[in-house]
C-alpha cells in the first residue's frame, strides 16, 4: 500500500498490525510530494484556481465558490503518477513480488 508520511502510518499500532498482515506492506510516498499524492493535487488545483487569489469579503462566498469549482471540475480522476515509473519504485515492488512469492512456496 502506498502512503504518505503521516506520522499515524508509522504509529506502534499500525507496526503491530503490518507485522500480523505480512501480506501489507506500506511504501512511503517522498516525505513533501503533492504531485504524487492524489488529494494534494485536487487542493493544489482549488488553491490555484479558486483560493489563492481571492477578493471575497464573506466566507460562505468563498465556500460558494470551493463548491462550484469542485462541482464543475471534480471528482478528479485518479491518474498515476511519473513516480510510480521510477527505477526505485518498480525494484520495490519487484522485490517485494518476488518475497510474497518464495513465501506462499
Known amino acids: 500500500m502506498v502512503a504518505d508520511n503521516c506520522k499515524i502510518h508509522k504509529a506502534a499500532a499500525v507496526q503491530r498490525w ?3 498482515h505480512p501480506r501489507f506492506v506500506l511504501l512511503f510516498l517522498p516525505t513533501y510530494c503533492p504531485r504524487a499524492h492524489p488529494i494534494e493535487r485536487c487542493f493544489g488545483d482549488l488553491h490555484d484556481k479558486v483560493t489563492r487569489h481571492h477578493r471575497r469579503k464573506r466566507r460562505r462566498d468563498l465556500v460558494q ?6 462541482a464543475r471540475n471534480g471528482p478528479w480522476h485518479y491518474q498515476l503518477s511519473e513516480l510510480y515509473q521510477t527505477v526505485e519504485v518498480t525494484q520495490a515492488l519487484a522485490k517485494r513480488a518476488a518475497h510474497s ?5
Open 18 to 20: 503490518l507485522r500480523q
Open 65 to 70: 465558490d470551493v463548491q462550484k469549482h469542485l
Open 101 to 105: 512469492a518464495s513465501a506462499a512456496a
